[in-house]
């Protein structure tokens, strides 16, 4: 080994044990062009739930979107809409969407559907941290556990934004994790594999994962190093999860001037197409 691979390998050696929450990163690399690329891929397969659901999930997801707006008129608001594959399906039926999301190969995926098929949804590659959400809305959602990947001061000020951005009698419509299910995630074990490729890169190397749980600011932390097995270089991604109580949640709903809070088990029918480790939360503008 030279000594250039040594003081690179050096930095796993180095690393912060455990991860303290967001000092690594805070989420997956999604608006890193090359890393949205290949994600993409995983948001359209059919073979798997991870990072969008399989058509036959997200289709039981919007009966239970569909009935909480008007029909055929409806303005939905997507938040962190991946590859637009819910608005699409609403549009199908309609309904206006507006989706904003920071990964450029699921917006443009998204809007080259839109284009294709002739909806009425528009797309923005935008930072939920400091987009305009506009107003006026029948529906904001933000689904998929992206509430829980923010550290809690801005899923706060999101959910204070995307309250705003309801008209009178609107529905908020979200789907957190559950908070067992984020500390099962922090309190599971390392594992290390040799790829030839993968999410994090395209060429061969070694993922080391290392999960955390942070008792003091309930926080699951993961955190990925990635070393290519042809230079030695190392990289590294960190991704801190909140777990919240769902009590917590719904007084926080509360002070953003939402009524009429309510809990689901799932946003989907039944137990084929609901998703583990998440649940449904709904809250009315008054
Ligand atoms: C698990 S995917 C879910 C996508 C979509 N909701 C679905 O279920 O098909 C999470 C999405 O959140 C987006 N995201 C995460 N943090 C974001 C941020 N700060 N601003 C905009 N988009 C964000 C990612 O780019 C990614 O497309």
């Known amino acids: 080994m030279t000594t250039n691979e040594a003081s690179r390998l050096a930095t796993i050696a180095g690393r912060a044990i455990p991860a303290v929450p967001w000092q690594d990163g805070d989420n997956l690399p999604w608006n890193d062009p090359a890393f949205s690329e290949r994600v ?4 359209l397969s059919q073979d798997h739930d991870r ?27 997507d938040l962190a809409c991946g590859p637009g594959l819910y608005l699409h399906g609403l549009a199908e039926l309609g309904h206006h969407g507006r989706g904003l999301d920071f990964a450029p190969a699921a917006i443009r995926h998204a809007r080259t559907v839109a284009k294709t098929d002739v909806l009425d949804c528009e797309f923005e590659e935008v930072d939920l941290r ?8 029948d529906v904001v ?4 556990g992206q509430l829980n990947v923010f550290p809690r001061s801005i899923a706060r000020e999101l959910l204070t934004r995307a309250g705003t951005a309801l008209a009178p009698g609107g529905t908020l419509i979200l789907e957190p994790q559950l908070a067992e299910s984020v ?14 490729a993968g999410l994090f ?33 190392v990289k590294r991604h960190a991704m801190s999860t909140c777990a919240w109580e769902t009590d ?17 088990s799932s946003l989907a029918s039944d137990e084929e197409t609901a ?3 998440l649940f449904g939360l709904t809250a009315v503008r008054s």
Do not use: C, N
Request: aromatic share 8%; glycine share 8%; net charge negative.
């Open 40 to 43: 993409l891929v995983e948001h």
């Open 51 to 77: 990072a969008s659901r399989r058509q036959q999930v997200i289709d039981a997801q919007l009966r239970f979107i569909a009935a909480r707006v008007p029909p055929t008129t409806g303005r939905v608001l």
């Open 130 to 137: 400091t987009a305009a959400f506009g107003e006026g809305y």
């Open 141 to 144: 959602m933000l689904l998929f």
């Open 183 to 196: 500390r099962d995630t922090g309190e599971g074990i390392p594992t290390w594999e040799t790829l030839d």
């Open 201 to 233: 890169s395209p060429h061969p190397h070694l993922l080391l994962h290392e999960p955390f749980w942070d008792t003091a600011s309930r926080t699951a932390t993961e955190r990925w190093h990635v070393v290519d097995l042809a230079s030695g270089a």
């Open 248 to 264: 917590k949640l719904a007084e926080t709903l509360r002070k953003a001037g939402l009524e009429q809070i309510e809990v689901h």
């Open 275 to 277: 998703s583990a480790g």
